[in-house]
C-alpha cells in the first residue's frame, strides 16, 4: 500500500505548507500475514501465524522522530474437539506474541501532544473450553429421511 497525498496545504506559525508527497500516517507500506494449521481426525488441532508489519508515520507532516518501528509477531493455538451427537466438546489455549516483542499495536494519527502510539499487549495466553449443546443437533439432512 503506497497512499500518499496529493495536495494537502496546512497552515503551521502563520505559512502555508504543501504536505503533497507526504504518505498517509497510519498505514504500513507492507504488510504480511501467514500461518499453518494441521486437524487431525482425532480432533487434534495446532495453529501457528505470524505478522509482519512495516514502519509507518503518525503525523501528516511525516515527522522521522514520531514514527512507527516496524514489527513481526508470532502467536501459536492448539486444541482439540470431540463431537457427539447432541453435544460437542472443543478445549483450546494459545499464547500471543510468543517472543513479547514491545510494538505498538495502534497509533493515533495526528494526536494532540504527540501521543499517538498504542502499545500492545506482551506475551499473553489464553484457555477456552466450549460445551455447546443442541438437541436439534441429531436431526441433520443425513437422518432426516
Known sequence: MNYIFR???IQQGGNFVQLGGNKVPGVPQH???SGLSYDHASGLMAEITSQFSGEYFTNDVNSPNFNNEHYVTVDARLGFLQTFDYFSFNIFG???NIFDKKYNSSIIPNAAGNRFFEPAP???W???VEI???PFSFFTRENAY
Request: hydrophobic letters at 35%; a neutral charge; proline letters at 6%.
Open 7 to 9: 495536495d494537502y496545504v
Open 31 to 33: 504488510l504480511f500475514f
Open 94 to 96: 494459545g499464547i500471543n
Open 122 to 124: 506482551g506475551r499473553n
Open 126 to 128: 489464553y484457555v477456552s
Open 132 to 134: 455447546p449443546y443442541s
